[in-house]
């Protein structure tokens, strides 16, 4: 018998594009807990973010930051027991990509030959008009360490042109939805990946991923997951995705088809679940 675990997104998925407010995913966490199905965070945003969200919404598990560059795991956790690990913020960090320091250093001869800035580049105010963030939260959101959102002010031809270049320096570039993000050879489905293999061993069962996700950069992890959810979007359409299993694609947009394809996912699966 396989265990369910939930790999999410957040912006323009289990957070509304416009207003980042969660509702009415919010009124399923109980249940995930109560059925203890992991429902965890695999993300662009940074580590001060998702603590403070993580806080905000009760989340106790392990969490994947900056579109997989690191996964980061409360004290303590079993899944890594016996692991020499890194520390920051008071939790264990497995670091999987890039430095940002090392890709913006690799990045900047380029600079000079496309139209582009990054997050490096603006202020805690800018960041707000660009995302609608409060103030504290757009502090949160320039902090990073894995990777560098770009806002990309050129064409399409010469983002493929651009993207070419920085494959031959070890850097990808993947599509958000807001930013253009450059990160190292990681992604969402590999941290996934990890996470399902450390779940598999503490739990000595099968675990069945079921992933959640709007954009081009959660096209891996959805991808790779036994059942993929892609939720509408009020900006774009739904991405290709080469999936393995079953693909949902919801009705309602953002935590609302969220929580409409959740809650029929647990019906299905766990009938006298209340």
Request: net charge negative.
């Amino acid at each position: 018998m396989s265990r369910l675990l939930l790999s999410t997104d957040l912006d323009g998925t289990l957070l509304d594009h416009y207003t980042y407010s969660v509702a009415p995913a919010d009124q399923l966490f109980p249940l995930l807990n109560r059925l203890n199905i992991p429902w965890i965070f695999n993300t662009s945003k940074t580590a001060p973010e998702l603590i403070a969200l993580r806080s905000q919404l009760a989340n106790p598990h392990p969490f994947s930051v900056e579109n997989g560059g690191a996964i980061y795991l409360p004290k303590g956790c079993q899944l890594t027991k016996d692991m020499e690990l890194q520390e920051h913020l008071g939790f264990d960090v497995l670091t999987l990509g890039l430095k940002r320091s090392e890709i913006l250093s690799r990045v900047e001869p380029l600079r000079a030959n496309f139209n582009f800035y990054g997050l490096s580049d603006i202020t805690a105010d800018e960041m707000v008009a660009l995302t609608g963030l409060s103030l504290e939260r757009a502090k949160l959101a320039l902090d990073r360490t894995y990777s560098e959102p770009l806002v990309w002010r050129d064409t399409e031809e010469k983002l493929q042109h651009f993207s070419s270049s920085l494959l031959d320096l070890g850097i990808q570039v993947v599509k958000g939805g807001r930013f253009v993000h450059l990160q190292g050879e990681v992604s969402k489905a590999r941290s996934l990946g990890w996470l399902v293999e450390q779940y598999q061993t503490l739990w000595n069962t099968r675990v069945e991923t079921v992933a959640i996700g709007d954009g081009e950069n959660d096209r891996a992890m959805l991808g790779a997951a036994d059942i993929a959810i892609q939720v509408r979007s009020p900006v774009h359409p739904f991405p290709a995705i080469n999936a393995s299993g079953e693909v949902i694609q919801t009705d309602y947009y953002g935590p609302e088809g969220w929580y409409h394809a959740v809650k029929a996912l647990i019906a299905e699966r766990f009938p006298d679940a209340q």
